[in-house]
């Protein structure tokens, strides 16, 4: 018996219009910043999936094989009959490296991009059939609101592939404390750490040699154009992605490479040659620095697993 269960869920107006107010925000500051979270239309989601299969993007193959090799540990300070909550799911991929030796009262995959999140978890209710998957179209940057399917089956959070260092070290400890809130004395909070390294690792990961990062990055502004019945002309833009070491991440930005002129929303936009348009930050943690920023959001660690390099960590944190 198959227990997916799923409703398409269009965007309502009033989000648009909140998408809008954003958008408009952000490029109206000084220096220009676009949120992340629009990378992730369904073109988004497929270029982001290849950069995973990229030699230089390090991360998915290292935690790959950190949560396969550690996952009988993993599962058992999990424990059974818990609801597994993964915010950005996408693909829902990595919840299978888990599922083997995972037992689960349910599952909740959570993403912006409501196609994407559909299809695939249909494709997942297709191998898993016993498993009750009731995915949740949201922005879960604006809040998480759950629903459990039992009293007796606590919420544990799912956030691997370092999502958590896209958000300022302030903000990320405000989205912990976000899924701290959702849960009373049990439950947890499974989470991947990319870890600081070597600048060149860094700056490869982020500058692939194919251009998918390239391209996954100017998708940003097509997307906005369709959302928000924009005319930005997209080859007057080329990705820009540097590690600063002073502060620990990976900035990555837009360069406008002649002066534009532009609408979104209604708005008119201008956009000087070499100007900088500001789209994601990819913080970096030494383990420690990142425990210390849990234990602020009401976390307790348990358990840390690496890899020989100490290139990524997967942690497993109680609520206190």
Partial sequence: MNLFTAQKIEQPFDELT??????????????????????????????FDAITELDEYYVPRVEKAILVDNRAEICAAIGSGMTLVEPGAGSCEKIRWLLPELDLAAYIPMDISGEHLQASAVSLGDDYAELKITPQVCDHTLGIDIHLAADDAP????????????????????????????????GGLLIGVDTKKDADILHAAYNDSAGVTAQFNINLLDNLNSLLEGDIDTDKFVHHALYNAERGRIEMHLRCTGRHSAQLAGQQFEFAEGELVHTEYSYK????????????????????????????????????
């Fill in 285 to 320: 943690y030494h383990p420690d620095e990142f425990i210390e920023l849990a234990r602020s959001a009401g976390f307790a660690p348990v358990k840390v697993w690496q890899d020989d390099d100490r290139w990524f960590a997967v942690m497993y944190f109680e609520p206190v």
């Fill in 155 to 186: 919420p544990v959070f799912f956030y691997p592939g370092s999502s958590v260092g896209n958000f300022e070290p302030e903000a990320a400890v405000q989205f912990m404390r976000a899924m701290r809130a959702q849960m009373q004395d049990t």
């Fill in 18 to 47: 909140q998408v809008a107010q954003e958008v408009i925000a952000g490029l109206s500051q000084s220096p220009k910043q676009v949120s992340p979270k629009y990378f992730y239309d369904e073109k988004g989601s497929a270029l």
